[in-house]
């Protein structure tokens, strides 16, 4: 798969920091999701589209706390 994130973290004070990202990653199969079944008998249950590849996207939210001393992409 080939990755692509974007990402951002802020401080939303001096010890919280609050992180996004969405990653979308390209696959080289178009049978991640099952939808291009090699069973003979399967093939009248394809679905989706056969002429592309699968992609599979992802987002998180992340909430952190630091104790003692800042990380260095704080500073």
């Known amino acids: 798969a080939i990755p692509m994130i974007v990402g ?3 401080n939303i ?3 919280l ?5 969405v990653g979308a990653r390209y696959t080289f199969t ?3 999701d099952g939808s291009n ?7 009248p249950l394809r679905f989706g589209n056969q002429d592309t590849k699968d ?4 987002s998180g939210v ?3 706390y630091t104790f003692g001393n800042k990380p260095c992409y704080c500073r």
Do not use: R
Request: glycine share 4%; charged share 20%; hydrophobic share 40%.
């Open 55 to 58: 992609w599979y996207v992802f």
């Open 17 to 21: 920091i609050l992180g996004a990202e």
């Open 30 to 32: 178009d049978n991640l």
């Open 8 to 10: 951002v973290k802020t």
């Open 13 to 15: 004070t001096e010890n």
């Open 37 to 43: 079944p090699k069973n003979e008998n399967l093939i």
């Open 62 to 64: 992340t909430l952190t």
